[in-house]
């Protein structure tokens, strides 16, 4: 039995002992009353001694802040707490130091003397390597995800050689094969003429006087890619501080570079829409004076009459002027809109024969339409405008003759697309394309085609105001413009309308009616143009009506509460000081709770329209104003029609 328990002993310690060698921990023994420390052979290996050299030297091996460190470890225990544990730094006979962890207990004798301190010591250097091995790793990881994700890679220009040394990044930046080392001369070709000099003078500067560079720049790869990218430099230097090399990093930044111009263009469009949309507003009312006393005198004149003529001439200057502002309103965004929901690919067909006409004999229509696409909801005028525009510009594209194509279609605009397109929306969308076989434009002349007044025809041949006003009307829309070009190949212009699951609302056809507009009614008239409202007021009160008149709405309110009789309809411009006509008209109609309300506008002011979008239950005329339009409102919304 004894002579088991011995072999089975000395097994378990052999294994205790293999165990401690394979985890590369060294024991020691430390006799504190007679100062002999003794330790395993992994301990003298850790330390970087030979096994059986003097035992002193193990203690040596510990620089004198460190023995101190292990001296008072052992000195803080007590019989009631004798464990310790610290952390040494051991210089080998090489002078290589390393770090160790101790960790031990303490015996005491029956007095409570410290006798004997027994512990063990792991070598912490190569697990700390590991570690930071593997953070290096996960750095260089990181890092590699970080290049590729900002498309941007290094390079080197050793000195004064100017050789290139390339990373594989900018290899793939500048679609250059692999192990091609291209000289400085040719590192630069690649880039556009204009640029080149300026990428020189940087070098050298760098070079020669250790000036950093950071410049962007266009490219041309060998696979006819142009983009733009961000070049950087800057001078590494030696003990003597001269510089032997440059260093730098090549970005493609050509995406962002792209929403940077298109968010410049849009911001561009939004300050000259606001410019427009003022002066429209304020020649409506210009134009509603000559429109509507034009057409009175002539309405009033024998067809005989000498000046005649001239009024005709006089009127159809003003009805030309009213469709210019009309395009201006629309490029800026603020003519006011009623939209419902449309069927897009019907309202294609509605307008077909029209189109027709408007097209050369030389030049074939084509419709690809699909019968399954879905509804927008958009402003059916405003729809048919944006085709009539574009078929003329495709048609003025060819002289010679062509091909249009109009498509429709239901698309869907991914996250991707919005992200290099600025101000677009992800989503459901229906497409509107318009395709010519016609000269095409450059890229100079698509960066401008949406500016008002910019024209490529003939001085006479046009405003230049065609493509701005589709550019308006579609952003009023909610939708998205898309042109693609190439000079003799033609042009394709896509809209993209939002796509809606609303049900198509029953159209109701206006009365034709040729009974008289005249009436008997009382109206209150308020507007703060006095040109405009003496017009308006003689118009009415020709036609047969009682007019009071008020030039802002503190006037109006004051009129109404003195007047005796009813008032029916009050006939009130939107954009006036102090009191809105919406305003104006929620605290009369509250006064007189039978009382109709008809506005009159040429601005999208936000009391009655919301994003140029019209309030659904108001009776609305927009400006210029002209004698029989206002008669024909002013009778619709009396009757309630």
């Given at each position: 039995?004894?002579?088991?328990?011995?072999?089975?002993?000395?097994?378990?310690?052999?294994?205790?002992?293999?165990?401690?060698?394979?985890?590369?921990?060294?024991?020691?023994?430390?006799?504190?009353?007679?100062?002999?420390?003794?330790?395993?052979?992994?301990?003298?290996?850790?330390?970087?001694?030979?096994?059986?050299?003097?035992?002193?030297?193990?203690?040596?091996?510990?620089?004198?802040?460190?023995?101190?460190?292990?001296?008072?470890?052992?000195?803080?225990?007590?019989?009631?707490?004798?464990?310790?544990?610290?952390?040494?730094?051991?210089?080998?006979?090489?002078?290589?130091?390393?770090?160790?962890?101790?960790?031990?207990?303490?015996?005491?004798?029956?007095?409570?003397?410290?006798?004997?301190?027994?512990?063990?010591?792991?070598?912490?250097?190569?697990?700390?390597?590991?570690?930071?091995?593997?953070?290096?790793?996960?750095?260089?990881?990181?890092?590699?995800?970080?290049?590729?994700?900002?498309?941007?890679?290094?390079?080197?220009?050793?000195?004064?050689?100017?050789?290139?040394?390339?990373?594989?990044?900018?290899r793939a930046i500048r679609d250059f094969p692999p192990g091609y080392w291209p000289?400085?001369?040719?590192?630069?070709?690649?880039?556009?003429?204009?640029?080149?000099?300026?990428?020189?003078?940087?070098?050298?500067?760098?070079?020669?006087?250790g000036t950093p560079y950071d410049l962007e720049v266009r490219l041309v790869t060998?696979?006819?890619?142009?983009?733009?990218?961000?070049?950087?430099?800057?001078?590494?230097?030696?003990?003597?501080?001269?510089?032997?090399?440059?260093?730098?990093?090549?970005?493609?930044?050509?995406?962002?570079?792209?929403?940077?111009?298109?968010?410049?263009?849009?911001?561009?469009?939004?300050?000259?829409?606001?410019?427009?949309?003022?002066?429209?507003?304020?020649?409506?009312?210009?134009?509603?004076?000559?429109?509507?006393?034009?057409?009175?005198?002539?309405?009033?004149?024998?067809?005989?009459?000498?000046?005649?003529?001239?009024?005709?001439?006089?009127?159809?200057?003003?009805?030309?002027?009213?469709?210019?502002?009309?395009?201006?309103?629309?490029?800026?965004?603020?003519?006011?809109?009623?939209?419902?929901?449309?069927?897009?690919?019907?309202?294609?067909?509605?307008?077909?024969?029209?189109?027709?006409?408007?097209?050369?004999?030389?030049?074939?229509?084509?419709?690809?339409?699909?019968?399954?696409?879905?509804?927008?909801?958009?402003?059916?005028?405003?729809?048919?405008?944006?085709?009539?525009?574009?078929?003329?510009?495709?048609?003025?594209?060819?002289?010679?003759?062509?091909?249009?194509?109009?498509?429709?279609?239901?698309?869907?605009?991914?996250?991707?697309?919005?992200?290099?397109?600025?101000?677009?929306?992800?989503?459901?969308?229906?497409?509107?394309?318009?395709?010519?076989?016609?000269?095409?434009?450059?890229?100079?002349?698509?960066?401008?085609?949406?500016?008002?007044?910019?024209?490529?025809?003939?001085?006479?041949?046009?405003?230049?105001?065609?493509?701005?006003?589709?550019?308006?009307?579609?952003?009023?829309?909610?939708?998205?413009?898309?042109?693609?070009?190439?000079?003799g190949v033609g042009t394709t212009f896509k809209v993209y309308f939002p796509r809606?699951?609303?049900?198509?609302?029953?159209?109701?056809?206006?009365?034709?009616?040729?009974?008289?507009?005249?009436?008997?009614?009382?109206?209150?008239?308020?507007?703060?143009?006095?040109?405009?409202?003496?017009?308006?007021?003689?118009?009415?009160?020709?036609?047969?009506?009682?007019?009071?008149?008020?030039?802002?709405?503190?006037?109006?309110?004051?009129?109404?509460?003195?007047?005796?009789?009813?008032?029916?309809?009050?006939?009130?411009?939107?954009?006036?000081?102090?009191?809105?006509?919406?305003?104006?008209?929620?605290?009369?109609?509250?006064?007189?709770?039978?009382?109709?309300?008809?506005?009159?506008?040429?601005?999208?002011?936000?009391?009655?329209?919301?994003?140029?979008?019209?309030?659904?239950?108001?009776?609305?005329?927009?400006?210029?104003?002209?004698?029989?339009?206002?008669?024909?409102?002013?009778?619709?919304?009396?009757?309630?029609?």
């Open positions: 039995m004894g002579t088991h328990l011995d072999v089975t002993m000395a097994r378990d310690e052999e294994l205790a002992r293999g165990a401690v060698e394979a985890a590369e921990v060294g024991a020691f023994d430390w006799d504190l009353t007679r100062g002999r420390f003794e330790g395993s052979t992994a301990l003298w290996r850790l330390w970087g001694l030979a096994p059986g050299a003097d035992a002193g030297s193990l203690l040596d091996c510990l620089q004198a802040a460190d023995k101190a460190v292990l001296t008072a470890a052992v000195a803080r225990c007590t019989p009631q707490s004798d464990r310790f544990a610290c952390g040494l730094c051991v210089r080998w006979q090489d002078g290589t130091v390393r770090r160790s962890a101790v960790r031990g207990g303490v015996s005491f004798d029956a007095g409570g003397t410290a006798v004997r301190a027994r512990g063990a010591v792991m070598d912490i250097d190569a697990r700390f390597q590991e570690s930071a091995n593997a953070e290096i790793e996960a750095s260089a990881a990181l890092l590699r995800i970080a290049v590729n994700a900002a498309r941007i890679g290094g390079f080197r220009i050793s000195l004064p050689s100017y050789q290139t040394h390339l990373s594989d990044e900018v000289t400085m001369e040719e590192a630069v070709e690649g880039y556009e003429p204009e640029y080149r000099p300026a990428i020189f003078a940087a070098v050298r500067a760098c070079a020669e006087r060998p696979k006819k890619r142009r983009l733009w990218v961000r070049l950087m430099g800057e001078p590494r230097r030696n003990a003597e501080g001269h510089v032997v090399e440059i260093v730098g990093a090549l970005q493609d930044i050509d995406e962002s570079k792209r929403l940077e111009q298109q968010l410049r263009q849009s911001q561009k469009m939004e300050a000259v829409g606001q410019l427009a949309g003022g002066v429209a507003h304020d020649f409506n009312n210009l134009l509603s004076v000559i429109l509507s006393y034009s057409s009175m005198m002539l309405a009033e004149l024998p067809a005989e009459a000498p000046t005649r003529a001239d009024l005709q001439e006089i009127n159809r200057a003003g009805e030309r002027a009213r469709v210019l502002t009309a395009q201006l309103l629309a490029f800026s965004r603020q003519q006011i809109i009623q939209p419902r929901v449309v069927e897009l690919t019907q309202l294609v067909h509605g307008v077909e024969s029209m189109l027709r006409r408007l097209i050369t004999e030389s030049i074939e229509l084509s419709l690809l339409t699909s019968r399954n696409v879905g509804k927008i909801f958009a402003d059916p005028g405003q729809v048919e405008q944006v085709l009539m525009n574009l078929v003329v510009n495709a048609r003025d594209a060819m002289p010679a003759g062509g091909t249009i194509s109009i498509e429709t279609a239901d698309v869907e605009l991914t996250p991707e697309y919005a992200e290099q397109h600025y101000g677009v929306v992800p989503g459901p969308y229906v497409m509107l394309a318009v395709t010519d076989t016609g000269v095409g434009m450059t890229a100079a002349t698509m960066e401008r085609i949406f500016e008002p007044f910019y024209t490529t025809k003939d001085q006479g041949q046009g405003t230049g105001l065609g493509l701005a006003t589709v550019f308006g009307i579609v952003k009023q829309s909610s939708g998205h413009i898309w042109v693609y070009s190439e000079p809606t699951d609303l049900p198509v609302e029953p159209t109701v056809k206006p009365v034709h009616e040729a009974a008289r507009l005249k009436g008997t009614e009382t109206i209150l008239l308020v507007e703060d143009d006095q040109q405009v409202r003496v017009l308006i007021r003689s118009v009415l009160r020709g036609y047969g009506y009682n007019v009071l008149d008020a030039q802002n709405g503190g006037e109006a309110f004051l009129t109404a509460e003195q007047f005796p009789g009813k008032i029916h309809l009050l006939l009130t411009d939107v954009v006036m000081p102090r009191m809105t006509g919406r305003q104006l008209a929620e605290r009369l109609v509250g006064m007189k709770p039978d009382l109709r309300v008809l506005y009159i506008s040429g601005y999208t002011e936000n009391s009655i329209v919301h994003h140029g979008v019209l309030d659904a239950g108001i009776a609305f005329l927009s400006k210029p104003v002209t004698p029989e339009a206002l008669a024909r409102k002013v009778r619709e919304v009396l009757d309630g029609r």
